[in-house]
T-cell receptor, first 112, second 114 residues
């Protein structure tokens, strides 16, 4: 099992550009999550999904969109990048039996 | 909704000493409390967790205690080593019928000095 795989690991965007952060898991987990982590801060939930075709907003969804067409994949879309979106983004997954999350290795995004 | 407060934000100890990190939560329905360790530039990794039907859990040098009445839980690391240096996050969630998402504390940066 690869666990949770995120790509890319690093990215620099210009203001106004768009990009998609990819996340895939091979553990057949129903639940998937996107968090952002700013320096000195904890993890803030952006969006989550309880299964294919179902997504919902977390604490800080503005400026982001998600989709969940399959159980395995949960991409995060930034449409008009802003400097405030400079952060490290973590994808995570869990199933109904394991209450804890498995995290991906993260994507460090800089918007200039 | 759930709110998790974590203290201290930074903690420096000498190698061999003990370290204690404390968290409080607000939702009395929360019943699952994990602790994550995040080394610099790495992903958070689950190190220990406790459920609300248990008051204490140990795994070698780390232990977690839970006080449901007071709604707080703590991480205890004994005989600290330099490799324990990292940021530690506590979290809380409801599991079961009305499952909620993990809500994280803001983290504690632990430095273990040789």
């Amino acid at each position: 099992n690869a666990g949770v795989t995120q790509t890319p690991k690093f990215r620099i965007l210009k203001i106004g550009q768009s990009m998609t952060l990819q996340c895939a898991q091979d553990m057949n987990h129903n639940y998937m999550y996107w968090y952002r982590q700013d320096p000195g801060m904890g993890l803030k939930l952006i969006y989550y999904s309880v299964g294919a075709g179902i997504t919902d907003k977390g604490e800080v969804p503005n400026g982001y969109n998600v989709s969940r067409s399959t159980t395995e994949d949960f991409p995060l879309r930034l449409e008009l990048a802003a400097p405030s979106q400079t952060s490290v983004y973590f994808c995570a997954s869990s199933d109904t039996r394991s209450a804890g999350y498995t995290f991906g290795s993260g994507t460090r995004l800089t918007v200039v | 909704g759930e709110n998790v407060e974590q203290h201290p934000s930074t903690l420096s100890v000498q190698e061999g000493d003990s370290a204690v990190i404390k968290c409080t939560y607000s939702d009395s329905a929360s019943n699952y409390f994990p602790w994550y360790k995040q080394e610099l530039g790495k992903r958070p990794q689950l190190i220990i967790d406790i459920r609300s039907n248990v008051g204490e859990k140990k795994d070698q040098r780390i232990a977690v205690t839970l006080n449901k009445t007071a709604k707080h839980f703590s991480l205890h690391i004994t005989e600290t080593q330099p490799e324990d240096s990292a940021v530690y996050f506590c979290a809380a969630r409801r599991t079961g019928g009305s499952q909620g998402n993990l809500i994280f504390g803001k983290g504690t940066k632990l430095s273990v000095k040789p």
